[in-house]
């Protein structure tokens, strides 16, 4: 049988993972004298078994875990499931089954696939959080939480999915729509659990310093976007017939001057407040046909700028001059106070709504320009006019001028604010977390006691699970019906579940002790563990996993309960396998099998084929590359282990002296390779060794112990990216397994040192002749060199200028010869 065959590979997989599991060869030891280090791989979510993006992900994964196994770390490489959700559960609907029986049975599938797939994890980690031994602590935390004041329960306009009928968080909806299905959100008003994430906001920002030299700086920017601080003004503008001023932050206080009117969120609380009665039937319809607007829509730059009059005037606060007050969708409710200033003159949206409605429109710097007429907002720089105590000032001047007139007359001061909301952890779907609360008549919320922990999702089967717009537990009348922990009165359970987001917001701190009864995790595990050395994951998850991991981690800091600030030192992303340029999705068509071409061509060829493809970041296009081609090249790979003569433990010293240059050259790059996270380049470093040690063999120097240890440096380089290939390669040259802890091939650094080179020495340009030096010669020596060895051409001329590159060429530029043309 030839050893590129399918049934080849499938026949060395099925050998060495039994191998694998019988020696729990993966497993971390805890070993105190060892330096540890983390190496995690986001979440997979049981929705099937593993596609084409899980065999890049983990492939990459496994190669930083094996590595560093190999550079001889105590290694931690957990597998877990985040297993509730509505994937899950919309899935199990649509098949009459329950979600625990379809996302079970599909985490056997891929726990199953996983090891096939020869990921190097510790087994002994497993965990799912759907079980209640888990998310008992997510309920727990959740409680800690609250005594802290940082979840709270309040009305709000949030955010609806109309086909999965939950509320989602801010994060959860993209470009408009809900990132789980696609389907337009809109506005419903409800009661729900929120996370105080904004008082965290400022840390989450300053704290990014932390990650500069570990994390992606484009994933560093998204979440600074996000975040969105900015700083300016709170400005009170005073109401006629209203005790309270209207409230607003601008990030142009220096424009206060041309402030014309006012504008508030349609759908804020304030609107529906201020409203004079005469204007209410236009403001309802208005209101109404706002709500079935996304975020998206009501910000989207070109959307024509619409709303209402809501009857009222306010009062400039620093010239006394009336201000109409309007309603319109394109301010939102949920930043600052719902209202903004309107300075048409030099905001574009601002501009288009006085336009709209014959607004005035005033200019307060002064450019010669006329927005009124121009259509266009100014955002140039220029000497302040109409503008008071500002008149005649530049930008940067009278917005610092600004913030003291605005204290003077007590109606404003310096302030920040942020983009960030509070995370809306609320969820009306069955399958989730529930909520730790009890609603009493007498005692309001009430706390789950921890003794009490978890409160158990109830069975539920046979009973209808489809999405109605309140949760399904609340049918569970004798789940809901309970006693209040309080006093005992009749009280009911809270029948919201959490966002899943909770669930994987600590999962990597309960990897450390999964089976811990005494708390969510072992303090001194986590100590022993965390942070994370390198986690590796989608940049999709960029603003909402990683900015609520990191948000739990510093509540949790703050709690005492773990003593770093960011839960992930490094980062690393990979991108998309697509086909023919495109994502795969079953609705296109162009689905390619994991699963099927594992069978086809083998796990090694396809892990190899992800990690050659390109740099981790980079997508990947299976159209593109050639699983065949790697499975050929690790055939030939494994017939070099056959073909040394020498045995085990042969001394190199022995060898060819050029061929050991060659090894250790390339043990060298690799290294530095795989430490860049370079994984292709080092793939093809080791397939230019593996045709030397080719070409070295079969001129005849099979017994050459050189051969032996450049083929022993391809068994270990290869075990990050082709690990069962790498195991019978080991084998067949006599080694006992396991070759994953085989240990880094030593470099010995007299051979990596380049060999001599010729420098050539030049005068105005032309050749004076040719110098033999070493490859680590200084400038100062070989300029040195060079001079003596040009010494007669350049006899009395005057050297202006000397040109090096060292160590190849030196080129001395004389006085006569630059004025020569």
């Known amino acids: 049988m030839s050893e590129n065959t399918a049934d080849f590979a499938a026949s060395i997989q099925n050998k060495w993972r039994a191998v694998w599991e019988r020696s729990d060869v993966f497993a971390a030891d805890g070993d105190a004298d060892r330096n540890r280090a983390y190496v995690l791989d986001m979440f997979a979510y049981p929705s099937g078994d593993l596609h084409m993006g899980h065999g890049e992900a983990f492939a990459i994964g496994d190669a930083v875990a094996r590595y560093r196994i190999q550079r001889g770390d105590d290694v931690l490489h957990p597998v877990g499931w985040d297993s509730f959700g509505l994937p899950a559960e919309n899935a199990a609907i649509k098949r009459d089954l329950h979600p625990a029986d379809w996302t079970y049975s599909n985490i056997d599938t891929q726990a199953e696939s996983f090891r096939r797939y020869g990921v190097s994890f510790d087994w002994s980690t497993r965990l799912h959080t759907s079980d209640p031994e888990y998310y008992r602590w997510t309920q727990w935390l959740f409680l800690r939480f609250r005594d802290k004041g940082l979840a709270y329960r309040q009305q709000s306009s949030v955010n609806w999915c109309p086909k999965d009928q939950t509320v989602l968080a801010n994060e959860q909806v993209v470009q408009g729509a809900c990132e789980r299905c696609g389907t337009q959100v809109t506005k419903r008003d409800l009661t729900q659990w929120f996370f105080r994430i904004t008082e965290y906001a400022d840390r989450l920002l300053d704290d990014m310093e932390l990650l500069r030299d570990g994390w992606p700086e484009r994933v560093l920017t998204m979440q600074r976007n996000w975040i969105g601080r900015s700083t300016g003004a709170h400005i009170e503008f005073p109401v006629k017939g209203r005790d309270e001023p209207i409230a607003v932050f601008t990030t142009r206080p220096d424009t206060v001057y041309g402030a014309t009117f006012l504008v508030v969120a349609v759908d804020s609380p304030l609107a529906a ?61 949920g930043y600052g106070s719902g209202a903004v200033m309107a300075v048409p003159a030099h905001d574009q949206r601002d501009l288009d709504f006085a336009r709209a409605y014959g607004l005035p429109v005033r200019p307060v710097v002064a450019t010669g320009e006329d927005p009124a007429m121009t259509g266009t907002a100014i955002d140039a720089d220029g000497p302040y006019t109409g503008s008071g105590p500002l008149d005649g000032l530049l930008r940067e001047e009278a917005t610092e001028q600004i913030l003291a007139v605005l204290e003077r007359a007590g109606c404003g001061s310096a302030g920040v604010q942020y983009r960030l909301r509070d995370w809306l952890v609320s969820r009306q779907r069955f399958w989730g977390c529930p909520i730790p609360i009890v609603h009493c008549g007498s005692c309001g919320e009430v706390p789950v006691p921890d003794e009490q922990l978890p409160v158990r999702l109830p069975d539920l089967r046979g009973a209808d699970l489809a999405p109605a717009g309140v949760s399904p537990l609340a049918a569970a009348e004798d789940w809901v019906n309970v006693p209040c922990p309080s006093c005992g009165g009749p009280a009911q359970r809270d029948t ?56 739990f981690t510093k509540v949790l800091q703050d709690l005492g309960l773990v003593d770093f600030p960011e839960p992930f030192l490094a980062l690393l992303n990979q991108g998309q396998v697509l086909l023919n340029g495109s994502a795969m999705s079953k609705s296109k068509g162009n689905m390619v099998d994991l699963g099927g071409q594992i069978a086809e061509f083998g796990v090694d060829a396809v892990r190899l084929t992800m990690v050659f493809a390109g740099p981790p970041e980079d997508d990947v296009d299976w159209a593109d590359v050639s699983p065949a081609g790697s499975a050929r090249f690790l055939a030939r790979a494994l017939r070099l282990a056959d073909d040394i003569e020498s045995v085990p433990g042969t001394a190199p010293e022995s060898g060819v002296l050029a061929l050991r240059r060659v ?19 080092a793939v093809a470093r080791i397939m230019e060794l593996v045709n030397v040690l080719r070409k070295h063999i079969d001129a005849g120097h099979a017994a050459d112990p050189a051969a032996r240890e450049g083929v022993e440096a391809v068994a270990v380089l290869l075990s990050l990216f082709a690990p069962y290939t790498a195991e019978e390669m080991w084998e067949r040259l006599g080694h006992r397994p396991s070759v994953a802890r085989a240990g880094w091939p030593t470099v010995d650094p007299r051979l990596v040192k380049e060999d001599d080179v010729v420098c050539v020495v030049q005068i105005n340009g032309r050749m004076q002749g040719r110098i033999e030096v070493g490859a680590d010669i200084t400038e100062e020596d070989l300029v040195g060199l060079a001079r003596d060895r040009a010494a007669a051409g350049l006899a009395d001329q005057e050297v202006t200028r000397v040109v090096v590159r060292a160590p190849r060429l030196v080129n001395f530029v004389t006085a006569e010869g630059r004025g020569k043309k």
């Open 496 to 551: 919201d579940t959490m966002d899943t987001f909770v669930d994987s917001s600590w999962y990597f701190l309960r990897y450390c002790s999964p089976d811990y009864t005494d708390g969510p995790f072992d303090p001194e595990a986590v100590r022993r563990w965390m942070p994370v050395t390198q986690y590796v994951g989608g940049v999709e998850h960029a603003i909402l996993h990683l900015l609520y991991a990191r948000f």
């Open 273 to 333: 407040e201020l409203c004079a009665p005469e204007q209410r039937a236009d403001f309802d319809a208005y209101l109404e046909r706002t709500r079935k607007l996304s975020d998206i829509d009501r910000l989207t730059a070109g959307t024509a700028k619409t709303g209402v009059p809501l009857g009222r005037t306010a009062v400039h606060p620093l010239t006394g001059e009336p201000m109409a007050v309007w309603a319109s969708d394109y301010v939102l409710a």
């Open 663 to 681: 090894v250790h050259r390339t043990v060298d790059q690799a290294t530095q390779l795989v430490e860049n996270h370079r994984f292709n380049v």
